[in-house]
């Protein structure tokens, strides 16, 4: 159970970190409003013409007496939007990744080489290109595994008393394992580690990952919150990565793009102070 304390406090030192470098978190909140801009518009479009693609889909309730044919549609169209919704949370993280993966590969070193007893970050020593194209496979069969579970669960809400208490619950811990994933994978594939060995980390301590994710995804249900969390998200989860490899990590007392020059200036004004 000291689990789930240390993942969600992974998830606070993340924030934490973005807030101390004012522009790495600039830079990491680009994706996400991009991304966000694509889904708000696929969900306003969902919202005006879901009812004509059900009306389309469905022309056997066309001869159907009122006001069945009407509740009928009406309750797909619901449920059409519902798992949209379901969908759009599921997938975001993976898509913004996708986006902005220079974004936060730059992200997620800055965070290795400040927390570093030695100031370095590892590099997987890929190209560009070839990063980008693990990262969309990767992304893809997490997404796809994401939409399996969410099918199930799906189906079992209709499941009287259980649906209705113990498969939410469930689908929160799901969302929350999958989004772990996805925002580890910027750290992990840095270190040439494939998917199937992340989910083998992740599965050995899965009440760490429930602590980090399963708060982030409540919080993501939330409209906009999502965007703004991403870049604190991807530096709490780099530090998340390093737990589970077993990476020594040292006081974040020291800015990596503080100018040397300025940090000697203020090292000297210390000591000037010190001095009787």
């Given at each position: 159970?000291?689990?789930?304390?240390?993942?969600?406090?992974?998830?606070?030192?993340?924030?934490?970190?973005?807030?101390?470098?004012?522009?790495?978190?600039?830079?990491?909140l680009?994706?996400?409003?991009i991304?966000?801009?694509?889904?708000?518009g696929?969900l306003?479009?969902?919202?005006?013409?879901?009812?004509?693609?059900?009306?389309?889909?469905?022309?056997?309730?066309d001869?159907?007496s009122?006001?069945?044919?009407?509740?009928?549609?009406?309750?797909?169209?619901?449920?059409?939007?519902?798992?949209?919704?379901?969908?759009?949370?599921?997938?975001?993280?993976?898509?913004?990744?996708?986006?902005?993966?220079?974004?936060y590969?730059?992200?997620s070193?800055?965070?290795?080489?400040?927390?570093?007893?030695?100031?370095?970050?590892?590099?997987?020593?890929?190209?560009?290109?070839r990063?980008?194209?693990?990262?969309?496979r990767?992304?893809?069969?997490?997404?796809?595994?994401?939409?399996?579970?969410?099918t199930?669960?799906?189906?079992?809400?209709?499941?009287?008393?259980?649906?209705?208490?113990?498969?939410?619950?469930?689908?929160?811990?799901?969302?929350?394992?999958?989004?772990?994933?996805?925002?580890?994978?910027v750290?992990?594939?840095?270190?040439?580690?494939?998917?199937?060995?992340?989910?083998?980390?992740?599965?050995?301590?899965?009440m760490?990952?429930w602590?980090?994710?399963?708060?982030?995804?409540?919080?993501?249900?939330?409209?906009?919150?999502?965007?703004?969390?991403?870049?604190?998200?991807?530096?709490g989860a780099?530090?998340?990565?390093?737990?589970?490899?077993?990476e020594?990590?040292?006081?974040?007392?020291?800015?990596?793009?503080?100018?040397?020059?300025?940090?000697?200036?203020?090292?000297?004004?210390?000591q000037?102070?010190?001095?009787?």
């Amino acid at each position: 159970m000291r689990d789930l304390g240390v993942g969600f406090n992974y998830l606070v030192h993340g924030q934490r970190w973005v807030a101390r470098h004012g522009k790495q978190y600039g830079f990491g909140l680009v994706p996400g409003l991009i991304t966000l801009v694509l889904y708000v518009g696929a969900l306003v479009g969902l919202a005006l013409y879901g009812e004509d693609f059900v009306t389309w889909a469905t022309p056997f309730a066309d001869d159907w007496s009122s006001p069945w044919a009407g509740l009928f549609r009406g309750f797909l169209t619901a449920v059409l939007f519902a798992l949209a919704l379901l969908l759009a949370v599921l997938t975001f993280t993976a898509v913004t990744l996708l986006i902005g993966q220079p974004f936060y590969e730059n992200l997620s070193e800055k965070v290795d080489r400040d927390v570093s007893p030695d100031g370095t970050a590892p590099e997987s020593g890929l190209p560009l290109w070839r990063e980008l194209w693990i990262s969309a496979r990767d992304s893809l069969r997490i997404v796809v595994r994401a939409v399996l579970w969410a099918t199930l669960l799906f189906a079992l809400g209709f499941v009287p008393f259980i649906g209705q208490t113990v498969v939410p619950v469930i689908g929160f811990f799901v969302t929350g394992f999958f989004l772990t994933e996805e925002l580890t994978a910027v750290a992990l594939q840095r270190r040439r580690v494939d998917l199937r060995e992340r989910l083998t980390l992740l599965r050995s301590r899965k009440m760490l990952v429930w602590g980090f994710g399963t708060p982030l995804g409540l919080a993501f249900l939330i409209p906009f919150v999502a965007v703004f969390l991403m870049p604190g998200a991807v530096a709490g989860a780099t530090l998340m990565a390093r737990d589970l490899l077993g990476e020594e990590t040292g006081e974040e007392d020291h800015d990596p793009e503080a100018d040397p020059e300025d940090e000697s200036a203020a090292d000297a004004s210390t000591q000037e102070g010190a001095t009787p």
